[in-house]
């Protein structure tokens, strides 16, 4: 039998996050335009591969961008649709675009490279996947913005990746990081890098735990004493 249309406000009501989806904070030029700049990218690199055997470490690692970049928009439009918008490929941080920069002038003309590209490379994958993992499992209780304020999405998750790490996307995109500069064979933003990534996921996390606590209570501070960062945090 063929379902009868249904109308916006119909759909609007639904408990479906997709429900709670806002188009006003979505430009659509952009989001097309940082999927085609990703796509090409990703395309380009792939044929260099082939084409520039050297080039190889550089090809790989500009994929990796690439489908991390994808992979923060997707999950976040798949999982807390409400707070999709056109920067949830974090495309727009100077910070990230400086390091990126920097690692690719560095594997261009340092004289030393570090030959561990295949350790590297896993560390890349698993990193990534510990942070998509950390995402689907999270949902609705993950943002890329620290919140200081409940809402009624928000719930404490230990269950996952995050029975088993406290921060698994901190952790995860920590992972990464050193993976990829390891893939790159770069010493100097792999150790003065990690330094100030380390610092910056210490402070972070210092400060969003004090909303945790504020938003869960006693039942934070014991998954918190339960459950490590792994990141000697």
Same mark, same amino acid.
């Given at each position: 039998?063929?379902?009868?249309?249904?109308?916006?406000?119909?759909?609007?009501?639904?408990?479906?996050?997709?429900?709670?989806?806002?188009?006003?904070?979505?430009?659509?030029?952009?989001?097309?335009?940082?999927?085609?700049?990703?796509?090409?990218?990703?395309?380009?690199?792939?044929?260099?591969?082939?084409?520039?055997?050297?080039?190889?470490?550089?090809?790989?690692?500009?994929?990796?961008?690439?489908?991390?970049?994808?992979?923060?928009?997707?999950?976040?439009?798949?999982?807390?649709?409400?707070?999709?918008?056109?920067?949830?490929?974090?495309?727009?941080?100077?910070?990230?675009?400086?390091?990126?920069?920097?690692?690719?002038?560095?594997?261009?003309? %340092?004289? /030393?490279?570090?030959?561990?590209?295949? &350790? !590297?490379?896993? =560390?890349? #994958?698993?990193?990534? +996947?510990?942070?998509?993992?950390?995402?689907?499992?999270?949902?609705?209780?993950?943002?890329?913005?620290?919140?200081?304020?409940?809402?009624?999405?928000?719930?404490?998750?230990?269950?996952?990746?995050?029975?088993?790490?406290?921060?698994? %996307?901190? /952790?995860?995109?920590?992972?990464?990081? &050193? !993976?990829?500069? =390891?893939? #790159?064979?770069?010493? +100097?933003?792999?150790?003065?890098?990690?330094?100030?990534?380390?610092?910056?996921?210490?402070?972070?996390?210092?400060?969003?735990?004090?909303?945790?606590?504020?938003?869960?209570?006693?039942?934070?501070?014991?998954?918190?004493?339960?459950?490590?960062?792994?990141?000697?945090?």
């Amino acid at each position: 039998m063929k379902q009868p249309h249904r109308t916006l406000e119909e759909m609007l009501d639904d408990e479906s996050p997709y429900a709670r989806y806002d188009a006003r904070k979505n430009n659509l030029v952009k989001i097309a335009s940082k999927s085609f700049v990703l796509g090409g990218v990703f395309t380009a690199a792939l044929i260099g591969e082939f084409a520039y055997s050297r080039l190889v470490p550089l090809c790989l690692y500009l994929q990796f961008l690439c489908i991390f970049h994808s992979l923060e928009f997707g999950m976040t439009y798949l999982y807390n649709n409400s707070q999709t918008d056109d920067d949830s490929f974090i495309l727009e941080d100077r910070e990230f675009h400086m390091i990126t920069v920097i690692s690719i002038i560095e594997y261009s003309f %340092s004289p /030393f490279h570090l030959s561990i590209q295949p &350790i !590297g490379m896993l =560390l890349a #994958l698993v990193g990534q +996947l510990i942070r998509t993992l950390s995402m689907g499992t999270a949902q609705e209780s993950f943002n890329h913005y620290i919140q200081k304020s409940g809402k009624e999405t928000h719930t404490l998750v230990t269950k996952g990746v995050y029975k088993y790490i406290r921060h698994p %996307s901190y /952790f995860g995109f920590f992972v990464w990081f &050193i !993976g990829l500069e =390891l893939l #790159l064979g770069n010493t +100097l933003v792999l150790s003065v890098g990690a330094v100030i990534l380390w610092k910056f996921f210490r402070d972070r996390i210092a400060y969003e735990e004090d909303y945790l606590i504020r938003f869960f209570g006693a039942d934070y501070i014991k998954y918190r004493a339960n459950t490590k960062t792994w990141l000697y945090i």
